[in-house]
């Protein structure tokens, strides 16, 4: 548990390879280091469990690629590094800069509390892309990086009958891990569309900066078409069944199909998890590459706020390799900022950071965001938490509002338990195309803090125990 009044040098949130690398950068320079993590053990989503892995299922570490082994060497360095580890913490507020002080409000076994770092990090990584369409809120519909968390934390398998759907390289991994353990799935079904001349030059630009994985990913997509039943070109997809998923429909080439199945696992990319750095008043912008908003960044990882940094997949979709290489170069920008209390930039990039963007470029062209899923039907349920239909944003959008915030009071739209995490992405695409402007121009919901929840009691509880200080 954290002490009362707890202060530090550097405040990490978030301890996938990012943080870790930070962290462990920072720690090893002298530096007073606490890393804040929502999970039980050092990772992130990109190396769940591996600590795990490797003392009790040592036989599944090659089964779950040589991706997953990596980050073997970076949780082990971490846990050298001096930095302090603070596993189950969510972090529900940063301070505001009209603060006199900069301060993390936290919760810990249920229990309210305030650090107090000079600088903070952000390592929050990515998020799923939302997927709506028709039936996607059946039980038995769930994401690929959910089933592949219960892979790598539990060695939980989806039976046979399993059916993949959207595009992406974590589609295809997935698939390729699923083949490892035995597990062959009933079809996948790829949204993507066919590979532009474009996709195509950038593809052989990846393939120079970064062969190994260039050929793994062709090794996974070729495996998927030779093993499984790969439908191409797949659109106007439907989940069916009454009180659990039964079956899903899909067009592909003029003609409609069905498949009987018990789970239909959906991906389509990943996007930054931006709630905590929005929340924070950090300034951002719509990412028309990546379809999704993101973080003004300058230098390695600087913000609009002097002593925030954001660094890895929450920064930009950029996968594992470059976020550890950020996080270096992010350590020494803190460095700097701690020593001298003003923003220093690292504008310099090695060359694996430039490989490493040359591959992002190539992905982003080659595996879009699918456009059923970004602007879904109007029967479709988009807020699942309060049971919106892309009709009724449109409607609304029709009317004269203005963007996501004031459809809050037309719809509750993004006013459930989620706080609009799982529909803030397709409501402000939708409004957007219903009223002929741009993402940018439409907006975003305003995130305000607590981002997770809290009671009234454990702020009481908190408040009591600052008197006392």
């Not at 804040?36 to 690629?65: F, H, M, N, S, T």
């Not at 809120?137 to 892979?151: D, H, S």
């Not at 993402?439 to 600052?466: F, N």
């Amino acid at each position: 548990m954290i002490t009362q009044r707890p202060m530090c040098d550097v405040a990490v949130i978030g301890a996938g390879p990012a943080g870790l690398t930070a962290a462990s950068e920072l720690a090893e320079s002298g530096r007073d280091v606490v890393v804040l993590d929502e999970q039980g053990a050092p990772g992130g989503q990109i190396y769940k469990g591996v600590e795990k892995v490797v003392a009790d299922r040592p036989q599944d570490i090659g089964l779950l690629g040589k991706e997953y082994v990596a980050g073997k060497a970076l949780t082990r360095r971490f846990r050298q590094s001096g930095a302090q580890y603070h596993p189950g913490v969510s972090v529900w507020q940063i301070t505001s800069d009209q603060e006199p002080e900069l301060a993390l409000g936290l919760l810990q076994n249920g229990s309210a509390q305030m650090l107090h770092p000079k600088h903070v990090i952000l390592a929050t990584g990515a998020m799923e892309r939302p997927t709506p369409f028709k039936g996607w809120t059946l039980p038995g519909v769930m994401t690929v990086g959910a089933a592949q968390t219960l892979l790598k934390s539990s060695r939980l398998l989806p039976e046979d009958d399993v059916v993949l759907v959207g595009t992406g390289p974590l589609l295809y991994l997935y698939a390729a891990q699923l083949a490892s353990f035995g597990i062959r799935p009933q079809a996948i079904l790829d949204t993507r569309p066919s590979m532009s001349w474009r996709a195509a030059r950038l593809g052989l630009s990846a393939l120079t900066a970064c062969p190994k994985t260039m050929l793994a990913g062709m090794k996974w997509l070729w495996n998927a078409r030779v093993r499984v039943n790969m439908v191409r070109g797949v659109h106007s997809l439907k989940a069916q069944g009454e009180d659990h998923l039964s079956s899903v429909s899909y067009e592909t080439r003029g003609r409609r199909h069905e498949l009987s199945t018990s789970l239909l696992l959906t991906h389509d990319g990943v996007i930054p998890n931006t709630w905590l750095s929005m929340s924070a008043g950090i300034r951002h912008h719509f990412d028309s590459a990546q379809s999704c908003w993101v973080p003004d960044i300058h230098g390695a990882g600087s913000t609009s706020r002097d002593c925030i940094s954001i660094i890895g997949d929450g920064a930009r979709i950029g996968g594992a390799a470059v976020a550890a290489l950020q996080g270096e170069r992010v350590a020494y920008e803190v460095e700097a900022y701690l020593r001298t209390q003003h923003r220093a930039m690292v504008t310099t990039e090695s060359r694996a950071l430039r490989r490493q963007r040359q591959l992002r470029r190539f992905l982003d062209c080659a595996f879009p965001p699918t456009a059923d899923f970004q602007l879904p039907a109007d029967e479709t349920i988009v807020c699942r938490c309060e049971e919106v239909s892309a009709g009724e944003i449109r409607q609304v959008a029709a009317r004269g509002c203005m963007g996501p915030n004031q459809g809050k009071a037309f719809t509750r739209c993004g006013m459930g338990p989620c706080m609009g995490r799982k529909c803030a992405l397709t409501v402000s695409q939708v409004m957007a195309d219903a009223r002929g402007v741009s993402v940018g121009e439409i907006g975003h919901y305003r995130i305000r803090s607590p981002i997770r929840p809290i009671t009234v009691g454990q702020l009481a509880d908190m408040a009591l125990v600052s008197g006392e200080d």
